[in-house]
């Protein structure tokens, strides 16, 4: 299959800042779609395993945590459907919202080239690599959701509102994402603690666990982590729960749009100079 040339016309090499990326997004809307397709025919090219290990990865996790639960070593509390179901549908939304940040911490170091040489706005690049991490894993999730049936759990129309209870949660995620991709740059060493750091952020979310678990230590942890009510609110209505929408949940969703916010103007503003940083 040939692929598309990549036509980087005057338009698409204007900088851009502020209120104006969104209107950079639309005018490079052909640019984002071609650079999409390319990532998406070079991943399947490379591998077909690359695409079936997104399914598979979260059973290692899965396995884990069940035997911990078996053997008696792990007491998740009640998670009012079957812990496999429960650990399912947890783990790989959890996965699906962390994905972003993996694929966005290496923006700079991994497009810098990319970037200078075509001149385009960056804001392409960002959009670009969030598309492909939807897409690709979208496939998983609806894996999950239909083997759901298995254990005689079965989504309501609610699963509709899925997508928009979890924009907070990715928008954490991207923003913690674009704040590693500064930081590579400029303190490698640091990067790598914090990276690593992200995959603990599971331990003190209710993940792996309910709510109602018996440890209060952890309980107090979940009090006040804004990822905890977005997470709980989307399992139940991919589980055909009883979602509260309290004000937990739209405090925590507006700290996260907050967050991604600040994050992105501080990459804003130091992003030409760490790009000028690499290597050519």
Same mark, same amino acid.
């Given at each position: ?8 016309? @005057? !338009? ?13 997004? *639309? !005018?490079?809307?052909? $640019? ?23 399914? =598979? ?9 069940? #035997? ?14 079957? /812990? ?33 040489? &075509?001149?385009?706005?960056?804001? +392409?690049?960002? =959009?670009? *690599? ?6 690709? /894993? ?11 049936? #298995? ?18 949660? =990715? ?8 704040? $590693? ?27 792996? /666990?309910?709510? &109602? ?7 107090? +942890?979940? !009090? /006040?982590? @804004?990822?905890?009510? =977005?997470?709980?609110?989307?399992? !139940? ?7 509260? %929408? ?12 907050? %967050? ?9 503003? &130091? ?10």
């Amino acid at each position: 299959m040939s692929k598309k040339k990549i036509e980087i016309t @005057p !338009e698409t090499s204007k900088k851009v800042n502020g209120i104006k990326s969104i209107r950079a997004i *639309k !005018e490079n809307y052909d $640019l984002i779609k071609q650079l999409t397709k390319i990532d998406l025919l070079s991943q399947y090219k490379k591998s077909f395993t690359g695409f079936a290990w997104m399914v =598979i990865n979260p059973l290692f996790t899965i396995v884990i945590w069940l #035997f911990l639960h078996k053997a008696g070593l792990f007491n998740p509390g009640d998670t009012t459907i079957p /812990y496999t179901a429960f650990l399912l549908i947890s783990v790989t939304l959890w996965n699906f919202t962390l994905g972003y940040c993996l694929s966005i911490s290496t923006l700079i170091t991994t497009s810098a080239k990319l970037i200078i040489h &075509n001149n385009f706005p960056h804001e +392409v690049v960002i =959009i670009q *690599k969030t598309l492909v991490h939807t897409i690709t /894993y979208l496939i998983t999730i609806l894996i999950v959701l239909l083997s759901l049936a #298995f254990f005689k759990v079965y989504p309501t129309f609610q699963i509709l509102l899925m997508p928009l209870t979890i924009i907070p949660a =990715i928008l954490f995620w991207l923003g913690t994402g674009l704040l $590693l991709a500064v930081i590579e740059v400029v303190a490698i060493d640091i990067y790598n603690v914090l990276i690593k750091a992200t995959a603990l952020v599971i331990y003190i979310t209710p993940v792996i /666990y309910s709510s &109602n678990i018996e440890s209060s230590l952890i309980r107090n +942890v979940i !009090e /006040y982590n @804004p990822l905890a009510y =977005i997470f709980i609110t989307t399992r !139940e209505l991919a589980i055909g729960g009883n979602p509260s %929408f309290d004000t937990n949940f739209w405090i925590s969703s507006l700290l996260c749009s907050v %967050f991604f916010l600040i994050a992105y103007r501080i990459y804003k503003i &130091n992003e030409q100079k760490l790009i000028e940083r690499i290597p050519q």
